[in-house]
Nanobody
Framework: QVQLVESGGGSVQAGGSLRLSCAAS????????MGWIRQAPGKEREFVAA????????FYADAVKGRFTISRDNAKNTVYLQMNSLKPEDTAVYYC?????????????????WGQGTQVTVSS
């Protein structure tokens, strides 16, 4: 069983940056592909970014490509999401999730463990 705890959310003006962190415990972190998923008010959860267990491959939603960067540090059991050039439409609760791989990183059903989420608010 993997426990995931997100941090780093907050309020920022459009054009600003935030760095989210997700600390994992209770499992072998390096076994899992990791993803970031977000849910805006009144909308369904949507895929944002993912990274394979080794960090060798990354995947991004078109809406964040070129602005967000996902990375991981397996020695620290932590995955990060660097968010630059933030827009008001990036406002959402951001969730960290872990999956055992072998499935599409873009599908929310590919993730077995989820954190509680951290709020990101971008004002115009």
């Amino acid at each position: 069983q993997v426990q995931l705890v997100e941090s780093g959310g907050g309020s920022v003006q459009a054009g600003g940056s935030l760095r989210l962190s997700c600390a994992a415990s209770g499992g072998t972190f390096s076994r899992y592909d990791m993803g970031w998923i977000r849910q805006a008010p009144g909308k369904e959860r949507e895929f944002v970014a993912a990274i394979t267990w080794s960090g060798g491959y990354t995947f991004y939603a078109d809406a964040v490509k070129g602005r967000f960067t996902i990375s991981r540090d397996n020695a620290k059991n932590t995955v990060y999401l660097q968010m630059n050039s933030l827009k008001p439409e990036d406002t959402a609760v951001y969730y960290c999730a872990a999956g055992t791989g072998g499935r599409s990183h873009y599908l929310l059903g590919s993730y077995d463990y989820w954190g509680q989420g951290t709020q990101v608010t971008v004002s115009s």
